[in-house]
Each structure stands twice: as structure tokens, then as C-alpha cells.
């Protein structure tokens, strides 16, 4: 089995690849099952199932991520969260379309609210990269703002609220907007004077490094407002090359930077792997946040692992690692005004 090594691996029209932006990289992105399988020399069987489960759901992969699988291996860690497949037709007593009650805690336009002290904005549906295990693959994103303008009564109901102290950017993924708008967000965020915090979860640091830019972080750590970044890989192979310097890039602007990770069956369900997903991050200075119980979303049921599991691999991770590596196990109960630690019966 080979890595693919670079980005001329995967282009074929030997464009030169500098000066690039982030949105070149975007723009490059791979969206038809047939063009991922041939650049991994896999076999042609794999295509229909592909393109059957991404009628319900669309392939996207950036070439940054695709360039750390294993050509040849339909197996790879990688390849399996990204790659459609027939068993995400089938339907699984007990997962939903709306696994963590989102709809339920939306208060306004682009506003969900389910814990005390924070409140989240959907601020747009689009992301880098689609994961097959998404809780918010089905999530009704034609109903939220579009433009500025719109987010008015999500800033009303903020503002009259003196108990949220930190503003969760959400989606979709935050950092798929422009730093102009994003800007623009930011500075209205920090107009409300009770809100202290500002925290953005986003997959892009991992799937698409290039988004980690001078004027990014410039913008992020200009703000008065505190800034924490919530990444999220799954498997070490992802922290290597410009996603292990992207993160770097993160926690030397001074921005604390955590990790949370979806346990995952065939992926990350044994201790070596998340073991050394754990020394990855520590040592590009990112702190193991949370380890997730699969949200039961409509299509991702065969990424469950039980729980018994799950607890198995915390206490074998608290035998090999400082405290401060082993990640919390926890689960998201649509409802519950916290995230549920996982515990062994």
C-alpha cells in the first residue's frame, strides 16, 4: 500500500499549485464517487452503492484528505468516513433524522439554544467535507439566514439574554465563510457585552488545511471576545503534513484549540488508535477534548460502537496516557441540559 504524497498525485492538469488559496483548494474538491475510487485504484463494484448513497447524500472530500488514504485499501480509516456506501439506505430502529434535538432548541432563525450560559449559530450549511456519520446530514439548512439582515432576531433574543456568556459559530462548518463575513459576525457578536467567549467548531484545520491563514488568525485573536477552535479528527492518519502545521498555526496565535473525536466501528475502535490520535494532537500542543458516542442519525448506523466498548477503551487510555490526554466519553441525549458522561454499568 502507497500514501498518495503530494497534491500532484491527485491533479492531472499540472496547474502549477503556487500561489494558492484556500478556495482554489476548496474549488478542487472531489464530489463524484467514480473520480474518488479511480484516484485510489479501487475497483469499479464499489461505484454503484456510492452512487445510490449519495443521492440521499452528496460526496465531498478535499485533496488535502484524500491525499493521507492508502491507495489501494477500501478499508482505510480515511476513505471509510467520506465514501457512500449501501448501508446508509438502511433504515435502524431508534436513529432519526434529528438525533440531538436540534429542531426542537432552535429559538430563532439560525439559533439553537440548549444549555445554560451558551447559546449556537448556524451560519451557514455548507462544509469542506461530508462525513457519513454527520448528525446534521439531514438538518433543514434552507430555513436559516442567508444574509446579515436576517439574523436579527437571533441577535435580539441574544442581546436580552444577560445568562450567555459564549456564542458557539456552527453549521455546516463556520470557517467555510469569508473572513469578511465572518468578520462581520464576530464584531456583532462582540457588540453584546455579556458575551464573553467566542467558539467555533470546525472540521476545516483537519480536511482542509489551507483555510489556516495569517488574516484568519489575525481576525480570531483581534476580537475582544475569547477565542477557542473545537476541531475534529478521528484517526491519527489525519494529523500529519499541513494539517499537523495548520494546528500548529492555531496554538502558537495563542488560540486554545481542542479536539473532539466520533468513536467510530472499523475506524477508531481499538486503543492503539486512539492512543496515538491522542499523542498527535498533544504534541501539535491540541488537548483531547471529547471522545463522542455516535449521535443514532438516520444512516450512520453502522459506525455504532456499544457503550460497554467505548468505556473498555477509557480506562485502557487512562493506563497509557497522562490525564490530560485521555479525551471525555460522552454522549449527546436530545433534551439533557448537558453532554452525558458515558459510564460502564
Same mark, same amino acid.
Given at each position: 500500500m502507497t500514501v498518495l504524497s503530494s497534491f500532484d498525485d491527485l491533479l492531472s492538469n499540472n496547474r502549477p499549485l503556487s500561489p494558492r488559496t484556500w478556495?482554489? &483548494?476548496? #474549488?478542487?474538491?472531489?464530489?463524484?464517487?467514480?473520480?474518488?475510487?479511480? $484516484?485510489?485504484?479501487?475497483p469499479p463494484e464499489y461505484l454503484p452503492p456510492a452512487r445510490a448513497a449519495a443521492q440521499l447524500f452528496t460526496l465531498r472530500v478535499p485533496l488535502s484528505f484524500v491525499a493521507r488514504m492508502q491507495v489501494g485499501d477500501p478499508n482505510d480509516p480515511l476513505l471509510r468516513q467520506v465514501l457512500p456506501i449501501q448501508h446508509e439506505l438502511a433504515a435502524k430502529e431508534g436513529f432519526t433524522t434529528d438525533a440531538v434535538g436540534d429542531c426542537s432548541s432552535r429559538r430563532a432563525p439560525g439559533l439553537l439554544h440548549k444549555y445554560h450560559g451558551r447559546a449556537l449559530l448556524i451560519v451557514t450549511g455548507s462544509c469542506a467535507v461530508h462525513c457519513r456519520y454527520c448528525f446534521r446530514r439531514h438538518y433543514p439548512y434552507e430555513s436559516e439566514p442567508r444574509r446579515l439582515d436576517d439574523w436579527k432576531p437571533a441577535w435580539d433574543l441574544l442581546q436580552a439574554d444577560q445568562s450567555i456568556h459564549e456564542v458557539l459559530l456552527s453549521g455546516g462548518d463556520p470557517l467555510m465563510l469569508t473572513d469578511g463575513r465572518? $468578520?462581520?459576525? /464576530?464584531?456583532?457578536? #462582540?457588540? /453584546? @457585552?455579556?458575551? $464573553? *467567549?467566542? *467558539?467555533?467548531? &470546525?472540521?476545516?484545520?483537519?480536511?482542509l488545511p489551507d483555510r489556516i491563514t495569517a488574516p484568519l488568525l489575525e481576525l480570531l485573536t483581534a476580537t475582544r471576545l475569547t477565542p477557542i477552535m473545537v476541531v475534529h479528527a478521528n484517526h491519527p492518519q489525519e494529523i500529519v503534513n499541513d494539517c499537523d502545521e495548520a494546528l500548529r498555526k492555531l496554538v502558537r496565535a495563542g488560540i486554545t484549540t481542542l +479536539?473532539?473525536?466520533?468513536?467510530?466501528?472499523?475506524?477508531?475502535?481499538?486503543? %492503539?488508535?486512539?492512543? +496515538?490520535?491522542?499523542? *498527535?494532537?498533544?504534541?501539535?500542543?491540541v488537548i483531547p477534548y471529547y471522545l463522542h458516542q455516535l449521535d443514532?442519525?438516520?444512516?450512520?448506523?453502522h459506525f455504532e460502537v456499544n457503550t460497554a466498548?467505548?468505556?473498555?477503551?477509557? $480506562?485502557?487510555?487512562?493506563?497509557?496516557? @497522562?490525564? =490530560? #490526554?485521555? @479525551?471525555? =466519553?460522552?454522549? %449527546?441525549?436530545a433534551g439533557a441540559a448537558h453532554k452525558i458522561g458515558v459510564e460502564a454499568d
Open positions: 478556495h482554489d &483548494s476548496l #474549488a478542487e474538491s472531489i464530489r463524484d464517487p467514480e473520480i474518488l475510487l479511480a $484516484k485510489l485504484g479501487l465572518l $468578520k462581520a459576525l /464576530i464584531e456583532r457578536l #462582540a457588540e /453584546i @457585552p455579556h458575551v $464573553k *467567549r467566542l *467558539r467555533i467548531h &470546525s472540521r476545516l484545520p483537519i480536511v +479536539n473532539q473525536t466520533v468513536l467510530l466501528r472499523g475506524i477508531n475502535d481499538c486503543v %492503539e488508535t486512539l492512543e +496515538n490520535l491522542s499523542e *498527535r494532537l498533544i504534541d501539535t500542543g443514532r442519525v438516520d444512516g450512520a448506523a466498548k467505548g468505556c473498555e477503551l477509557i $480506562k485502557q487510555l487512562q493506563k497509557r496516557l @497522562p490525564g =490530560y #490526554a485521555v @479525551p471525555r =466519553y460522552v454522549q %449527546e441525549i
